[in-house]
């Protein structure tokens, strides 16, 4: 991102911002212009980099603060620091007596002054007696697009970064929306020999058009035949891990959930959660003659009415 470039203008946000309002534009412009969505599309690989630098300076809510202060630019970098001196009129103090003045004419700072220890790297007595800038380098935010089912067991995926290289990621086993997961040293270079900063990679799991999460457990709607649920049987229901076999009780209703222990989601001890099946009672699509003469024969259909206390 160009010095110039404003991080709020890059994010189409408003200097007042919530950091929620932030992430969500982020978000949004990371799903519409990342590399993998716009393969070759060199112009959207461009605004995804100054949209990626955007982020990591207005999504960390210290540099944002730093930024809004004018410590740092739009970059991330320190602005130059000025030199203020204190201005005597004549007839004032003498110079030497200036308050922050020592004996060598330089102002008096301590050599344990933790922030200047931690941030200028002294050289040796035989040494120039210069003083290097040593920073540690800046994180690097990414949006990761991840699977339902590698969310709920695990997997490695591969993320592209803007330079066109790649970074295999591990996804936990029962990673959760939204969650962030933190590369160590894969972010920017240190400056002066600084530590490198790290890969924030924020997790936006996709939906799955059987399974539903929650918390720990998964839940599902299975289908199942009007036969299947007056007479019972068995049949396969699909989990994370595979399809297994269930049995389903006589006179069973469309609403009737069932429980099939330890093929929910992923846990960290190694335990999972337990899946949730909601039965669901439906008819052939094509009508069927032999179905609606029996029931229009079936006696018993006709003397129980099933919304008996569904009044309001």
Sequence with gaps: MSVSADPYTVLGVKREATQDEIRKAYRALAKKLHPDLNPGNKEAEERFKQVSAAYDL??????????????????GAETPRQNYYRDFAEGGPRAGAQRYESSAGFADF???????????????????????????????PFHLHVDFLD???????????????????????GIRDGQMLRLKGKGRPGIGGGPPGDALIEVEIMPHPVFRREG??????????LSEAVLGGRVDVPTPTGPVTMTIPKGSNSGTILRIRGKGVSRRDGTRGDEYVTLTITLPK???????????????????NPREGAKG
């Design 110 to 140: 301590a050599e344990s002054d933790d922030i200047f220890a931690e941030l200028f790297g002294r050289q040796g007595a035989g040494g120039a007696g210069g003083a290097q800038l040593r920073m540690r380098g800046a994180d690097l």
């Design 286 to 304: 094509d009508p069927d003659p032999d179905l609606e003469n029996f029931v229009a024969g079936w006696a018993g259909g006709k003397r129980y």
């Design 151 to 173: 969310a709920v067991n695990g997997a490695t995926r591969r993320l592209s970064l803007p330079d066109g290289s790649t970074l295999d990621v591990a996804i936990p086993p």
């Design 216 to 225: 720990d457990d998964i839940r599902l709607e299975l289908p199942i035949s």
């Design 58 to 75: 207005l999504g960390d809510a210290e540099k944002r603060a730093r930024f809004d202060r004018g410590e740092i630019d739009a970059s």
